[in-house]
């Protein structure tokens, strides 16, 4: 078990990296909602290994992101992602958020969704120490997809 919990850290150190060190520097343009003091979100492509999409954290995507958290079911049996397919995008939350399972407390301040077409979404948490946390929950993604797939103005989609 512990050489499985090795391998998810390891996996999800890599996507931290991506999403956060290698991220391109979003231009600055009027939002037509007020930007929050958070870093952006962005969308990582898993199959072009590369952040296609960074916009301003708005009050929407604090939205969204709440209710993933709030609709929670339990952490996920797998120990890993699975195949490169979809989308990882980051969501840097205003205010920490806790998770309360029966089994399980823990407080974030980042979401990543999952986003995979032909499987159930997942959320990936990380506890105050770092520790990863696969989740399963059961709001729906799509709509959301749907608007961060959608471009918004030049320079947010770089394929």
Known sequence: MRKYQSRIQAIMFVVCM????????AEAQAAPEETLATPPVQM????????????????????????????????????SIGSKCGYI????????????????KVET?????IYCPQKEPLLLIFGPDRKPYLMEFKADVK??????????HPGANRE
């Open 44 to 79: 990582f492509d898993m199959k072009q290994e590369r952040i296609v999409k960074s916009v301003p954290n708005q009050e929407i995507y604090q939205q969204h992101a709440m209710e993933w958290l709030k609709s929670i079911t339990k952490v996920a049996p797998q120990v």
């Open 143 to 152: 709509p959301f997809i749907e608007h961060m797939l959608t471009p918004s």
């Open 18 to 25: 991506a999403l956060t060190c290698f991220a391109p520097l």
């Open 89 to 104: 995008v980051r969501v840097p939350l205003v205010k920490p958020y806790t998770v309360t399972l029966p089994t399980l």
């Open 109 to 113: 301040n980042t979401v990543f969704l």
